[in-house]
């Protein structure tokens, strides 16, 4: 079992000068140790969960025990050797999991908590949002995409709120937990360079021994959620997704890795599309090894799975988001791609192709096979994530909504260059192949805009708003922005002094709402000065604060999620 970590007692939190970090992930500024004032510093402190029965020990022969003895000691010679140089800021945990990125350990449900303000009456169900949180100290490199998937649940019952957080039992988090240590790679953090290949050949090698079974998934599920089919669903683009139930009383519990009844065999992407209307589910898989390279494929809205469709790339390209439309999908193939060979040279597997010309595909739903799909070059964009699309039949055209990042690759790897996120309309022309791109905001106006969303219930149709978050300064979140897509207009809601938070949540006041906007904003807030966080509601129509939750315990700021009413959740599988 591993000790509690403070920032007092760990070499790697301890911040012994200030520095400015440009271009990771993250822009920080951490102190010297002497000036850390907060009423509740960050600790690694183990969750709840390790001390129990979950961490009984593997049973293993007298040839195991010594393979393992084998294979640690060569891997502290690595991380020794490999800690002789300063770790790339896109890897240093010392940066990456800095401050209110650091992670929490697990909460059970707390009930009636204290509310400022009203919470609206028709906000009944559970909001929950997942985030990267490590379970063991960061042994080496460690990107902040690396950790292990916790999700953060808000019920709401007839006016009161209850607060739980919970990890994502994944069989990686299983295995490491039994085992009392990280042992799984890093595939941001540790998978570069020649280390980065010693790491993979001792992970193999333990496998070989039976020391760890990589046969069952090697993914965190920190990324995105979507509920379908009964069940709330966690991912990440790495594994299959995981099957998490919603208790009566608030909490989570992990119940299985869902291959959705055996129908699917490889990983899907952490941003799968629902369409509102059919209540289809449409999603992507991509393999960085071997071909194909890229799939396509959907889910009925009784769960049964398409076939695959094989999407034409020249090369495993980075595919973390795309978009649908009432009767296209819209892939985007981009300009960062994935390299192995480049670890054979010292680098890092993610690259920016500078001589790639980014394209985007559109695809009818139910093609058969990827034959028919039309491409149209869109120089120098690369789109994190997509926003929403829609077709314009009179001209021929789709529109696609993103935020376009420059450097392309600055969430993975070091620049110089200061990181800009443009929300953008793009409009790709079905007849002649060709797109334009333009800003959506004036130069006046223009923010970094990353994580949000559309209303859910307008997906793939003409859509008015967008709720972005305000990416200032980068990496933290200081508010979120409401965004006429047709105008340009901005509406900004800031969270507070020292208040930073993630992605806005849309949630419709009813289904059948006929204004676009008529609903409220969710968002989990820390406030870095009194080091507690809460919930803000924030009416989307008047961009006013309705309510604030008191939360009992800090929520580090995380990545995506969704709401599941009280009808979805009393008809959980």
Same mark, same amino acid.
């Given at each position: ?43 690694? =402190? ?23 003895? @084998? ?10 050797? #490999? ?56 042994? @080496? ?45 890093? @595939? ?16 193999? @090698? ?33 594994? %299959? ?53 890229? *799939? ?20 495993? =390209? ?46 009818? *739903? ?47 790897? #070091? ?31 223009? /923010? ?5 969303? /559309? ?6 149709? *003409? ?19 409401? /965004? ?59 961009? *006013? ?23 979805? %959740?009393?008809?959980?599988?």
């Amino acid at each position: 079992m591993a000790a509690a970590v403070t920032p007092s007692s760990s070499s790697w939190v301890r911040h012994k000068i200030t520095h400015r970090t440009n271009c990771s992930l993250q822009t920080i500024h951490y102190p010297m140790q002497s000036t850390i004032q907060k009423p509740k510093p960050p600790s690694f =402190t183990v969750p709840s969960t390790v001390k129990k029965e979950k961490n009984s020990k593997p049973q293993w022969s007298f040839i195991q025990k010594a393979a393992s003895l @084998a294979l640690d000691a060569v891997e502290n010679a690595l991380t020794v050797h #490999e800690l002789e140089h300063p770790l790339p800021k896109t890897a240093d945990p010392r940066v990456q999991i800095a401050g209110n990125f650091s992670p929490v350990p697990e909460q059970p449900v707390r009930q009636r908590l204290p509310v400022a303000g009203k919470i609206p009456e028709s906000i009944q169900g559970v909001y929950v949002r997942n985030g990267a949180n490590p379970l063991f100290e960061p042994t @080496a490199g460690h990107h902040f995409f690396d950790g292990d998937g916790m999700i953060h649940a808000v019920q709401f019952k007839d006016g009161f709120a209850s607060y739980a957080c919970r990890f994502t039992e994944t069989q990686r988090l299983v295995q490491e937990r039994s085992l009392g240590r990280p042992v799984f790679p890093k @595939a941001i953090g540790e998978l570069h360079g020649h280390t980065g290949i010693a790491r993979l050949m001792l992970f193999y @090698a333990r496998g070989m021994f039976g020391l760890v079974d990589h046969s069952r998934g090697t993914g965190v599920a920190n990324a995105g959620l979507a509920y379908f089919n009964n069940r709330l669903l966690a991912m990440s683009e790495d594994d %299959l997704p995981y099957h998490v139930h919603v208790t009566t009383s608030g909490d989570l519990e992990t119940v299985e890795r869902y291959n959705f009844d055996e129908q699917l065999k490889s990983t899907m992407i952490a941003h799968p599309k629902i369409d509102p209307i059919s209540g289809e589910l449409f999603a992507l898989s991509y393999d960085v090894i071997q071909k194909p390279y890229l *799939k396509y494929f959907r889910f009925s809205n009784n769960g049964h799975k398409s076939e695959d469709v094989e999407i034409p790339v020249s090369e495993p =390209t980075m595919m973390h988001d795309f978009a649908i439309t009432e009767n296209f999908v819209i892939v985007p193939d981009q300009q960062v791609v994935f390299k192995m060979s480049e670890m054979i040279r010292g680098g890092s597997p993610v690259v920016y192709d500078k001589e790639k010309v980014s394209r985007f595909g559109v695809l009818d *739903k139910y093609a058969k096979d990827g034959s028919s799909m039309k491409w149209a070059e869109v120089p120098d964009c690369f789109c994190f994530h997509l926003w929403n699309a829609w077709e314009e039949p009179e001209t021929y055209e789709i529109v696609v909504i993103g935020s376009c990042m420059t450097p392309p690759d600055s969430i993975f790897n #070091e620049c110089d260059e200061e990181l800009k996120s443009v929300l953008s309309e793009i409009r790709l022309n079905l007849k002649t192949g060709n797109s334009t791109r333009r800003p959506i905001m004036s130069e006046k106006d223009q /923010v970094n805009l990353e994580a949000g969303m /559309v209303n859910r219930n307008k997906l793939g149709r *003409k859509t008015s708003y967008a709720y972005l978050a305000i990416a200032e300064p980068w990496p933290k979140v200081s508010g979120f922005a409401k /965004v006429d897509l047709f105008t340009g207009e901005v509406n900004k809601h800031f969270y507070g002094d020292e208040k930073y938070g993630g992605e806005p949540f849309f949630l419709p006041r009813d289904p059948n709402c006929e204004a676009e906007d008529d609903g409220y904003i969710l968002a989990f807030v820390h406030d870095e000065k009194a080091w507690k966080s809460e919930l803000q509601i924030v009416n989307a129509m008047t961009m *006013k604060l309705e309510a604030t939750i008191k939360l009992p315990s800090r929520v580090p700021y995380g990545f995506h999620g969704t709401f599941v009413s009280a009808d979805d %959740l009393a008809n959980q599988a």
